[in-house]
C-alpha cells in the first residue's frame, strides 16, 4: 500500500476516504478498546491506530466487505466495510489497490438473517423512473439489488457490465 511522508498509508490519515466512510458507522468512546493495542500499533505499522470492540450500523441496509490481499503475499489480509459500493473503488483507485474481493452483506430477511455474499459482477443499467439501478452477482449465481430499491431485473433497461471480479481493476464509474 502507498504510504505518506508520515510513514502511515493514505487510508489511515484522518479526513482520508476510509475515515469519511466509516462515518455511516456509529462508534462511541467508551466502546474503544486499549486492551494490546500498542502491539497491534505497531504490527500494523500505524501509530494513529483506533480499536473498537464493535460498532453500530444504524440501518437494516446492505454493507459492502473489501478483503485486500497483503502485498507481496505476505502479512494479514485487511478487510474494510463501505456502505456504498462506489467508494470502494474510489478506495482502491485512491490506494493503487488491484488485488481485491468484495462481498455484499445482504439486508435482513423476515426472519432476522443475513448473508454474506462473494460479488463477481456488477451491472448497472436505467430504471423507468429515472436513474440508474445496480445488480450485483454473487459467485453462487443469485443477485442481489440496490439496497431499497423497488424495482425488479426486467425494470432495469439495457443492464451493462461495470466491474468483474475476473478482469484487471476498472472502476468504470
Not at 508520515?6 to 458507522?25: D, E, H, I, N, T
Request: net charge negative; with cysteine; proline share 5%.
Amino acid at each position: 500500500m502507498s504510504g505518506t511522508s508520515s510513514g502511515l498509508p493514505r487510508y489511515a490519515q484522518p479526513g482520508s476516504l476510509y475515515w469519511k466512510v466509516l462515518q455511516v458507522f456509529h462508534a462511541y468512546d467508551n466502546w474503544e478498546d486499549s486492551d494490546r493495542l500498542e502491539v497491534i500499533r505497531q504490527m500494523f505499522q500505524q501509530p494513529g491506530l483506533r480499536r473498537y470492540r464493535f460498532f453500530e450500523v444504524p440501518l437494516n441496509s446492505q454493507i459492502f466487505h473489501l478483503d485486500i490481499s497483503p502485498v507481496g503475499g505476505y502479512g494479514p489480509q485487511q478487510r474494510f466495510i463501505f456502505d456504498k459500493v462506489e467508494d470502494i473503488f474510489d478506495f482502491c483507485l485512491c490506494e493503487k489497490i488491484s488485488d481485491f474481493r468484495i462481498h455484499v452483506q445482504t439486508r435482513r430477511d423476515g426472519r432476522g438473517n443475513f448473508q454474506l455474499k462473494r460479488v463477481v459482477k456488477i451491472l448497472e443499467g436505467a430504471v423507468a423512473e429515472g436513474g440508474f439501478a445496480r445488480i450485483f452477482v454473487a459467485a453462487d449465481g443469485s443477485v442481489e439489488k440496490d439496497d431499497f430499491l423497488e424495482v425488479s431485473g426486467e425494470d432495469i433497461v439495457a443492464p451493462r457490465c461495470v466491474w468483474s471480479e475476473v478482469k484487471e481493476f476498472d472502476p468504470g464509474f
